[in-house]
């Protein structure tokens, strides 16, 4: 007989609604808990033996996540893309959320996602943190560059983020409202800060013990840099879950979303349900990784020569990445080119 409890979970920043039902539908107990660690805790030791829970994967997921399992058998975090069942009905509230969420758990319904170690995620949060950092000190780029057009200002480009040539033009600047010069060296001086922290976060992240080895594994593949690497391992989590290489493409946002229906298959552009983090990154890498490997670079000419788009190439380049990764990480070898000729 299957004793077990399924909570479904409804989380909200402040609040969480629960229910709780046997593998019958039969509700046992239903309710709000605050989200205070103290609340949580009284609650959670309140639940019958043995309980699994599960709830929609938010911005508040991961500690909620760490701060349950210990007290329960399991708890599964559900992917929000394939939960919109949820909010489907006519009908919707926090108390008819837990519900369905309970539903679907008991009925082996739930669309588990995948929940990366909790050392993982928190390395993660850092490198999203620096690709922040990152995108803010383009920003103040373009924004110094912004400022000079707006005055007539010539400069050359090439140099201008330089500090050496930044100061000799900020000097030779005339007829030029002081406004402007304080925001240039204001712009200056963030963009520097920005720079120096991004590069204190990539090396706290090189240095990492749990992430070295990896690292040095995935950039023995030709076209493969540090930022590359980290952000494949880091947002992956592990390789292993990847049956095969379609399903690390899919995850990835490389590939067409699929739509078939009385014999037709229709394929339409690159999907939006993906990790765009990851998506990013492997398509700005394989834009230029043709440079480095011979392999890529063939797979990029045989694209063009078909007639595709130089984005189509780039794509069919990013998935080749993804299998190379995918391949050298399984089985823990350095990446080494195949031999294509054939035996005279």
Known sequence: MNNLHY???????????????????????????????SDL??????????????MEATMFTGWIFDFLSPFVQDIKVGHPEMLKAIVAGKKKNDQLDAEKISDLLRCN??????????????????????????????????????????VGEQYDKKRLHGKKY?????????DVPQSVIDLLELSKSNLEMFKATQKKLLNALRNNPLLQKRVELLTTIP??????????????????????????????????????????????????????????????????AHIWNEQLAAVQAKELANGAHKNTAT???????????????KKGQAF???????AA
């Open 7 to 37: 909570v479904g979970l409804d989380v909200h920043k402040k609040m969480i609604t629960f229910c709780n039902k046997l593998a019958d539908g039969k509700i046992i107990q239903q309710g709000t808990v605050s989200t205070r660690k």
């Open 41 to 54: 805790a009284n609650w959670v030791k309140t639940l019958p033996e043995p309980s699994v829970l599960a």
């Open 109 to 150: 319904l739930f669309p588990e996602y995948y929940m990366a170690p909790k050392d993982i995620r928190e390395l993660r949060r850092v490198l999203r943190y620096r690709n922040l950092v990152v995108r803010q000190a383009i920003k103040m780029k373009k924004k110094i560059s912004g400022l000079l057009m707006e």
């Open 166 to 174: 930044f100061n000799e033009l900020i000097d030779s600047l005339q």
């Open 223 to 288: 076209g493969i840099g540090e930022v590359t690497a980290l952000t494949w391992i880091l947002e992956t989590g592990e390789p292993h879950r990847f049956p095969k290489i379609a399903k690390a493409v899919s995850y990835c946002g490389l590939c067409s979303a699929q739509k078939e229906s009385a014999g037709k298959n229709h394929r339409g552009p690159i999907s939006k349900k993906r990790n765009k983090h990851l998506q990013h990154v492997l398509i700005e890498a394989a834009k230029i």
């Open 315 to 329: 794509l069919a380049v990013a998935r080749k990445l993804v299998a190379y990764m995918l391949a050298v990480e």
């Open 336 to 342: 080494e080119y195949r031999n294509t000729k054939k």
